[in-house]
């Protein structure tokens, strides 16, 4: 797929499935603005999709939970490309944990990072969208956005935030041509599970490129349709 003179923006691209979803679109031509805040992450893919796609890459540290960052990063890509066409929200953390061991400080940095991180996102890139009549929001709740799991109590409530705010912000933006995919996928061995203690085999979980490989899809559909929910889960956990 040719996606060129496309503006792709990345929140979350520094590792795991952002990252793979770069590597991506810079093959099919997209032009792309990349953040997360691990800067050495970032300059290392910059330079890894300028060399190997030849594509042009705008990358910023940004902390997706602040405002004044979200704000200067956006107006920077608006600059640089005039507009933007697709934005995946891949930023998020984790804590699984018997509910009475979840903290106090583990449910804050859950919500602002899962939530308040999308919806400060959103709402930078929301009328950029409105204004060009048309455009794309891939988010990834996972399916912990729309099931329960024990242990698992605070994540949820984060993860369900996500699907409900953006469930809404797509009945809001529909007739502004601004198409949301929410993307529930099943365990995805990534580093999320590094500082993750319950016990899980990762080896039979979604590869990083499946998982990236089913968001290029979602990002890419054309004609009338809305990829609204995708739901893909490990061979070993098929519902």
Same mark, same amino acid.
């Given at each position: 797929?040719?996606?060129?003179?496309?503006?792709?923006?990345?929140?979350?691209?520094?590792?795991?499935?952002?990252?793979?979803?770069?590597?991506?679109?810079?093959?099919?031509?997209?032009d792309l603005?990349?953040?997360?805040?691990?800067?050495?992450?970032?300059?290392?893919?910059?330079?890894?999709?300028?060399?190997?796609?030849?594509?042009?890459?705008?990358?910023?540290?940004?902390?997706?939970?602040?405002?004044?960052? %979200?704000?200067?990063? /956006?107006?920077? %890509?608006?600059?640089?490309?005039?507009?933007?066409?697709?934005l995946v929200?891949?930023?998020?953390?984790?804590?699984?944990?018997?509910?009475?061991?979840?903290?106090?400080?583990?449910?804050?940095?859950?919500? &602002?990072?899962?939530?308040r991180g &999308?919806?400060? /996102?959103?709402?930078?890139?929301?009328?950029?969208?409105?204004?060009?009549?048309?455009?794309?929001?891939?988010?990834?709740?996972?399916? *912990?956005?729309?099931?329960?799991?024990?242990?698992? &109590?605070?994540?949820?409530?984060?993860?369900?935030? @996500?699907?409900?705010? *953006?469930?809404?912000?797509?009945?809001?933006?529909?007739?502004?041509? %601004?198409?949301?995919?929410? @993307?529930?996928?099943?365990? /995805?061995?990534?580093?999320?599970?590094?500082?993750?203690?319950?016990?899980?085999?990762?080896?039979?979980?979604?590869? %990083?490129?499946?998982?990236?490989?089913?968001?290029?899809?979602?990002?890419?559909?054309?004609?009338?349709?809305? @990829?609204?929910?995708?739901?893909?889960?490990?061979?070993?956990?098929?519902?």
């Amino acid at each position: 797929m040719d996606l060129s003179g496309t503006s792709v923006v990345i929140i979350g691209a520094g590792r795991g499935i952002g990252r793979a979803a770069a590597e991506m679109f810079a093959e099919a031509g997209a032009d792309l603005a990349i953040a997360s805040r691990t800067e050495a992450e970032l300059t290392e893919l910059e330079f890894k999709l300028e060399r190997e796609s030849g594509a042009r890459v705008l990358s910023r540290p940004v902390d997706a939970t602040d405002v004044s960052s %979200v704000t200067r990063f /956006v107006n920077e %890509v608006i600059n640089a490309r005039g507009r933007i066409d697709t934005l995946v929200y891949a930023a998020g953390t984790g804590a699984l944990k018997p509910f009475a061991e979840t903290t106090e400080e583990d449910f804050d940095r859950l919500m &602002a990072v899962n939530v308040r991180g &999308a919806f400060l /996102v959103c709402r930078a890139v929301l009328p950029v969208m409105e204004k060009q009549k048309g455009g794309r929001i891939i988010a990834l709740p996972g399916i *912990l956005g729309r099931a329960p799991m024990a242990q698992a &109590a605070a994540y949820c409530a984060s993860k369900y935030a @996500l699907t409900g705010m *953006l469930k809404s912000l797509a009945l809001e933006y529909k007739r502004a041509g %601004v198409r949301i995919s929410l @993307l529930h996928f099943g365990g /995805v061995n990534s580093s999320f599970w590094d500082r993750i203690t319950m016990r899980v085999q990762r080896e039979r979980m979604l590869t %990083v490129d499946a998982a990236a490989r089913a968001l290029f899809f979602a990002a890419t559909q054309e004609g009338e349709g809305v @990829l609204n929910e995708l739901i893909l889960q490990p061979e070993s956990h098929q519902l």
